[in-house]
């Protein structure tokens, strides 16, 4: 389907295509996923203990014949998956040898969508180790840090889809992804309609209509997300989950995502509109698809599908999205924030209004945070849902 033109003769990807397009920015530039991933990197190490506790509960076979096989969901394109998909495996590996069995042989899918920067990723696997006398699963993979003990393979496509055989995998892994959505809700976009997020290019702050017209499509999604997890899941197999939550029960209250799209990017896209470079028209249809749920939302999705027994569920404080070396230095704070939000949303950015306005857009984001710089760190604080579930 050919880009239809919206205003200012700026492409613009249809809404049908969010899957085809939505990404973490590529590459190794300064707005890059690879440059901008170290605050999820300390959050995933901050529930590493609540990850191993889920690995425990996975059911091991006493047969080395048959593969095991790991698979990492929104991967994107920096070391944090593989770090993590590391610390799995040599876990289940050391699991093998504490209970007598001979490890299997190991492999780990990458999964996401389509438009992700897998050539980034590849080339930050390092070669892999076979010890051929002794297994994959011998000490001499477990302790060499610069090889890996098992083959890999990158999967494109939305996992809110199937992606894998019927009862093909021992394990699923997510992280920092689920509460992307699939799609920006019909009604939002619908400019006559009660829930038209007029104004805004997040829910935070947006009308309870308009908030939850995001809520039935996270749980719509989530739904979806479970029953194709259900169908690929090996019998005594495991998911672990982490991904943006809330306090507030209020969804128009999106805590720490909220003042990091709903203020100065926000308001950003209001220069923009203040200055004649884009309508407002433009701006308005222009949403970011995030939804961070409550315990609750999620509860009520993974208790009505019944696939899956809840092992933990709660939420957890991540801390700040900004990693910064100097604190005290308003401007570097102000960058970080632009290209926190860049990293995540610049792909989508660029769509829209294309790269001069996203470079216009972005600049002000910088410039406006860099007025609070000092409040900033410790007023944009994440809570992560976490969720470890099990086959029923």
Not at 4 to 27: F, H, I, Q, W
Not at 302 to 327: T, Y
Not at 346 to 357: D, F, S, T
Request: glycine residues 8%.
């Amino acid at each position: 389907m050919a880009p239809a033109k919206g205003d200012n003769n700026v492409a613009v990807v249809p809404r049908m295509n969010l899957e085809r397009l939505l990404s973490m920015k590529g590459g190794k530039g300064e707005a890059s996923y690879a440059n901008n991933s170290q605050a999820q990197a300390i959050h995933a190490r901050s529930v590493l203990h609540l990850l191993k506790e889920t690995l425990d509960t996975v059911e091991l076979e006493d047969n080395p014949n048959i593969p095991f096989t790991v698979v990492d969901l929104g991967c994107s394109c920096g070391r944090n998956t593989i770090d993590t998909v590391d610390i799995i495996i040599k876990h289940f590996i050391k699991r093998y040898q504490d209970l007598g069995f001979a490890p299997p042989e190991f492999s780990a899918f990458f999964s996401d969508l389509p438009s992700n920067d897998f050539n980034t990723l590849f080339q930050l696997f390092p070669p892999l180790l076979i010890n051929y006398g002794g297994g994959v699963g011998s000490e001499e993979c477990l302790v060499a840090d610069n090889h890996r003990s098992y083959f890999v393979a990158g999967v494109p496509g939305s996992f809110y889809r199937r992606l894998f055989p019927a009862r093909s995998i021992n394990f699923f892994h997510s992280a920092f992804s689920l509460h992307w959505i699939s799609q920006i809700p019909e009604s939002v976009m619908e400019k006559r309609g009660r829930e038209y997020n007029k104004g805004k290019v997040f829910i935070h702050g947006a009308t309870e209509s308009t908030a939850n017209a995001y809520k039935r499509q996270f749980q719509s999604d989530f739904a979806a997300f479970l029953k194709c997890r259900s169908l690929e899941i090996k019998k005594g197999g495991s998911v672990f989950l982490v991904f943006l939550g809330r306090t507030s029960p209020d969804p128009t209250d999106q805590g720490g995502p909220g003042l990091l799209f709903g203020t100065h990017f926000q308001d950003a896209w209001e220069d923009l509109v203040q200055e004649g470079l884009i309508s407002s028209e433009k701006r308005d249809d222009f949403n970011i698809p995030l939804y961070a749920s409550s315990l609750q939302d999620l509860k009520e999705v993974i208790e009505a599908d019944g696939s899956f027994v809840i092992n933990k569920l709660e939420l957890f404080k991540g801390g700040s999205p900004l990693v910064v070396s100097r604190p005290d230095d308003e401007a570097e704070v102000g960058r970080a924030l632009a290209n926190s939000c860049r990293t995540v949303s610049g792909v989508l950015v660029e769509a829209h209004i294309g790269e001069h306005l996203s470079n216009e857009l972005f600049s002000r984001v910088a410039l406006r945070a860099a007025r609070q710089g000092k409040q900033l760190l410790d007023q944009i604080q994440f809570f992560h849902i976490v969720a470890s579930l099990s086959l029923a």
